[in-house]
């Protein structure tokens, strides 16, 4: 399971955390913090715009190829 949590404290920050269940119970815990953003992506989405439906998954292999492109040094 994801969440986005907007923080509202001495600045607007937003919160991603990832759970793994197993047996209705949480095994695994990551969380982030960051600054929100005043911008939409390229995509034209905020960090808190709520569910997206995945699409275009032919295009996996081949975005797993670009970002894996994109982090060599």
Do not use: Y
């Not at 600045?11 to 911008?39: M, Q, S, T």
């Not at 715009?49 to 295009?59: H, I, L, M, R």
């Amino acid at each position: 399971m994801i969440a986005h949590s907007e923080l509202n404290a001495l600045l607007d920050r937003v919160a991603i955390d990832v759970f793994r269940f197993e047996n209705g119970k949480i095994v695994e815990h990551w969380g982030n913090l960051e600054e929100k953003c005043p911008h939409l992506n390229f995509s034209g989405r905020s960090q808190l715009d709520g569910p997206t439906e995945v699409v275009d998954t032919g295009k996996t292999e081949a975005n797993k190829a670009l970002v894996k492109e994109s982090l060599k040094p």
